[in-house]
């Protein structure tokens, strides 16, 4: 097998936030496939960065009292302790507050200056005048100017889904300071992306560098029609690099943050006397992005568009995954279910998520739930009780004579094993894990029948030793076969099985040659059972009593009135009036995210029969989109088609709630069906 040379990275965390376990997700997807190609005997090498600019960060030092090179410099050692405690090895973990990355980007930006692909164009925003910064539109409130709602952000309005500019919102307010924006212009520079746009159709359209979905998804909203200039600069006042030849200007963090990939590989090359071209211009490279299905847009077109400007490599392949709920809805605080890594760490062992999260994963985008109580179930009767176990109970049948001289007849076992180890291995590289585990599994299960056929607990009563430590031989090469295969998700696991077996695990070919006349060691408990209690423990220790979202139980109730007196009962209405709203109950059919769009999701409505609408729902914050659908909701289906910025929308969905996360999505009890008008 010809060894390739393999670049890989993760999107880099943001430097203003812990690592949680959606986050890891991503990161150990990453890890898997990393593991898998380096015991394939490829060179293949791992490249992570903290991001670190942007004005998230030079607030939050602002109040902080300190600087913010102190801010990242402890976040970066928090992430890299949390990455560490679940076995995430990173070949080199940088930052993009480096020189090597403003070396980098100034690189970039010189291409692009060159080919005349900047432009300048006055920009106006809402200022803060007692921070002194622009304030982007999460930083400012206001009257929404379409319905008069209160407290909405700059955008858009979250009643009456109405988008506008920050500047036409009535009475704003910074969320910073409190103070009144003023309304000023300043200079910004554009790249003018458009210039790209008949090679990123040619680039998104190879079925190697996206998923089908993926590359639809940026065909139908995207390259269908003139690209938009990007915004790449922000002035001054800002945390990150300024722009060498327009001073007051710095590039904004979605110019930095992927050349952080870049950078960290050359301070890598830098401590292992590598050259950074043969790594980023070298059509002998691979060059794989593992990224979340929000960061599409900016993996997809604006980054392909900075290497082909500056000449690197283009990458080999865009790993887009989904989501990750828990126990069917968007991670909580005040159910627990917002985990942070490091409150995992202190009671449950990284191997459960690892095997978990290998179990559910695909090359899809899809979204995966962690449900507890079946995370507990699959780990226990899959990686404990089928694969643990069988060195459990055949390691002390062997503890004093080892292996046999000579491997046993077993069936076929180890052969067939070996053979289906090449069908595990394409699964690993097409990143369907899934796939892998489910492979992995059944070798399990014929492991285990055939132990459980052959009781080497009753040839040894008969005094049949010999044939007792030929069925654990069997069974163990059969464990050492398993932890070989499962050694990209559960490395800590396959550590001890080399531990036990005396031989260490160094190619995924080990798996194909049975060991014998070896010696083995005193067995010692490789992986105890999920206990629930330790669950539990998590849940109560994340769980933020004051932190209301989503879904909340009746054992929650608020009777209190204070939704009442924050939003009075409107004027009265006539019957007639009323009667002109057509209340319908409808089926969601398909929900999806509109990754430029802070708010909204994109429903897609069924009325019965092929009745279809589409609608645009401001309830991004509160659901995750695979929690909706085939959720029965109520609509208003006689509204006025509305032009929005995304779409079409034909309707509206009908929730509570004050807004933000706070929102409560109206559905039917059982026995409705969709199309049935609500009375």
Known sequence: MTQRRI??????????????IGHLVEYLQTDIW????????????????????GTAIMIRARQEGRAETDVIAEMSESHQRDFAGFHIEFDHYGSTNSEANKERCTEVWKALRDQNLVIERDVTQLFDPKEGIFLADRFVKGTCPNCATPDQYGDSCEKCLATYSPTDLKDPKSTLSGATPEVRTAKHLFVTIESFRSFLSEWTGQDDHLESSVANYLK????????????????APYFGFEIPDAPGHYWYVWFDAPIGYIASTQEWCAKHNQNLDDWWRSDQTEIHHFIGKDITYFHALFWPSMLKAAGFTLPTRVQVHGFLTVNGEKMSKSKGTFIRASTYLE??????LRYFYASKLTPREDDIDLNLEEFAQKVNSELVNKVVNLASRSARFVADTGLSDAYPDDDGLFENGAATGEFIAEAYEAKDYNKAVRLIVGLADRANEYFDKM?????????KLDEARNVCSVALNLFRQLTIYLAPVVPQLSTESARLLGTEIKTWDDA???????????FKHLLTRVDMKDVQAVIDASTDASTETAGASAATSDDSGDALAAEPIADECTFEDFMKVDLRVARVLKAETIPEARKLLKLTLGLGGDETRTVFAGIKSAYEPSALEGRLV?????LAPRKMKFGVSEGMVIAAGPGKEDIYVLSPDDGAVPGQRVH
């Open 512 to 522: 194909k040659t049975p060991l014998v006349g070896t010696g083995v060691q005193p």
């Open 7 to 20: 670049l890989v990275t993760s999107a880099l965390p943001y430097a203003n936030g812990h690592i949680h």
């Open 34 to 53: 990393v593991r898998f190609q380096k015991l394939r005997g490829h060179e293949c090498r791992y490249f992570c960065a903290d991001d670190t600019h």
């Open 455 to 463: 009781a080497p607990w009753q040839l040894k009563k008969e005094g």
């Open 634 to 638: 109520v609509m208003v289906a006689n």
């Open 220 to 235: 139908g909203q995207f390259l269908g029609k003139e690209l938009r200039d990007w915004d790449i600069s922000r002035p």
């Open 347 to 352: 009671h449950l062992n990284p191997t459960y």
